[in-house]
């Protein structure tokens, strides 16, 4: 850990390493990594995941995808909404697939429909276009080293009408409450890495994502960019978290290409 810590910032400034990145920083932290997400939100996430899942509007007929699944929490919960159709969860990192799939096997929260695991770059998704009715991305539109390109692949496989659903850390628009958001990041992070890893700066990744994660307006004219219409984002926990929804659009007709 240590190691990864002290590359962070070089390498999430390019593309190119940020994926080598993440992938084994989520490879070093995967073990621990639900644990994390409790002591870092206090359980809230779990709140906040059922929300998500809840604005998406997912239907029994409808054939989702958990993109960046990590060790599948959403799918499990869109899962439990569907009825025989399976949920794709699709993650970057073997580890983490590995855990979740553990997980469905044990049995903990198989729901009756089940979840499929892929291994797969949000950038080049092995999946048919308009596949999808919904595609969920908890924690993870942040972690993307090609955020554009991975939003064009989302809309490929999303069907016309399909609706992208992610939840994501905020920023707050006011400077006081958007500097106390960074503080108590900081904060937290440091005390769950120590808990955890007796290592303070483990989650140091965090905040600097954040910190280069694109505002609400450049983040939209991209959803829009990639194919998306109709977006908006819903702000939780006094802004310190974010629910982006988007719809994809119909492919231009004839009439408006010519
Ligand atoms: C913070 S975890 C989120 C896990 C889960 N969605 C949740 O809400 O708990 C971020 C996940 O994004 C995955 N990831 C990062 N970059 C990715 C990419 N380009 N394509 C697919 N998954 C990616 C990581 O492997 C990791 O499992």
Known sequence: MPRLNRRVSGAIDNPKQKRAYVR????????????????????????????LVRTAGIRADHRVLDLAAGTGDLAFRAAALTNGTAVVAADLTPTMLAL???????????????????????????FRDGYFDRVL????????????????????????????????FGLPRSRFLRAACFAHLELTTRIAGWLLHRDAESYVYI????????????????????????CQKRQLALGGMSIFTAVRAAAPTAEVRS
């Not at 280069?212 to 960019?225: I, T």
């Open 24 to 51: 084994e920083l989520f490879t070093a932290v995967a073990g621990r990594y639900d644990l994390t997400n409790d002591v870092l939100s206090l359980g809230l996430h779990r709140r906040w995941k059922s929300k």
């Open 207 to 230: 905040p600097e994502s954040l910190r280069r994660f694109p505002e609400w307006g450049p983040l939209q004219e991209m959803l829009v960019e990639a194919g998306f219409k109709t």
């Open 137 to 168: 991305i908890g924690y993870g539109l942040r972690n993307f080293a090609d955020l554009p390109g991975s939003l064009a692949e989302i809309a490929r496989c999303l069907r016309p009408g399909g609706r992208l659903a992610a939840l994501d």
């Open 100 to 126: 979740g799939q553990r997980r469905g096997g044990a049995g903990l929260t198989a729901p009756k429909s089940g979840v499929v695991w892929a291994g797969a770059d949000a950038a080049v998704l092995p």
